[in-house]
T-cell receptor
Framework: NAGVTQTPKFRILKIGQSMTLQCAQD?????MYWYRQDPGMGLKLIYY???????DKGEVPNGYNVSRSTTEDFPLRLELAAPSQTSVYFC????????????FGQGTRLTVV | AQKITQTQPGMFVQEKEAVTLDCTYD???????LFWYKQPSSGEMIFLIY??????QNATEGRYSLNFQKARKSANLVISASQLGDSAMYFC???????????FGAGTRLTVKP
């Protein structure tokens, strides 16, 4: 039972490049989230999904896109990477009940140079 | 939108003493859940404790307890008998029954002194 798996763990991008951060969960959770955490700061919600085919913007969606074609996968796409997107990205998942905690992946450390 | 506020950027506590980390929230949802997570220097997010808005009693989980005051919209984390391994960032978070997103506070960095 792997929980939430994020790949890659580390990545360096050049300005203007694009990439996809992968997130997969094997707990059959409906809700999935993408957060970014800048150094010394809290987690900011980028996008979230309440089920396959349904996504919605969070607090800081600009510069990112998501899709949810299956329950298991929730990839985050960065188009035209900018230095401001240098951050640690966390994916999380949970059930559709407000009293269950979210399970987090190990994070992806992204540097844009 | 939901909002979580943690007003203590950093806290210090002596080993074996208790410490309270503050968290206030704002939501329009009639029911919601409040969570605390620990993030050690290694970076992973570790779930500590949960409190439901309709729970009559404060949640406890080992050395962690949640001081829930619904009228004041506060959900403070109390760590008893602090240990050196408790040094970490602590985040308060909330998810509502109607709002599907899960929002986090800015965090409090706790340092336990020997």
């Amino acid at each position: 039972n792997a929980g939430v798996t994020q790949t890659p763990k580390f990545r360096i991008l050049k300005i203007g490049q694009s990439m996809t951060l992968q997130c997969a969960q094997d707990m059959n959770h409906n809700y999935m989230y993408w957060y970014r955490q800048d150094p010394g700061m809290g987690l900011k919600l980028i996008y979230y999904s309440v089920g396959a085919g349904i996504t919605d913007k969070g607090e800081v969606p600009n510069g990112y896109n998501v899709s949810r074609s299956t329950t298991e996968d929730f990839p985050l796409r960065l188009e035209l990477a900018a230095p401001s997107q240098t951050s640690v990205y966390f994916c999380a998942s949970t059930t559709n009940r407000e009293y269950t905690e979210a399970f987090f992946g190990q994070g992806t450390r992204l540097t844009v140079v | 939108a939901q909002k979580i506020t943690q007003t203590q950027p950093g806290m210090f506590v002596q080993e074996k003493e208790a410490v309270t980390l503050d968290c206030t929230y704002d939501t329009s949802d009639p029911s919601y859940g409040l969570f605390w997570y620990k993030q050690p220097s290694s970076g992973e997010m570790i779930f500590l404790i949960y409190q439901g808005s309709y729970d009559q009693q404060n949640a406890t989980e080992g050395r962690y307890s949640l001081n829930f005051q619904k009228a004041r919209k506060s959900a403070n984390l109390v760590i008893s008998a602090s240990q050196l391994g408790d040094s970490a960032m602590y985040f308060c978070a909330m998810r509502g029954d109607n709002n599907n997103d899960m929002r986090f506070g800015a965090g409090t960095r706790l340092t336990v002194k020997p």
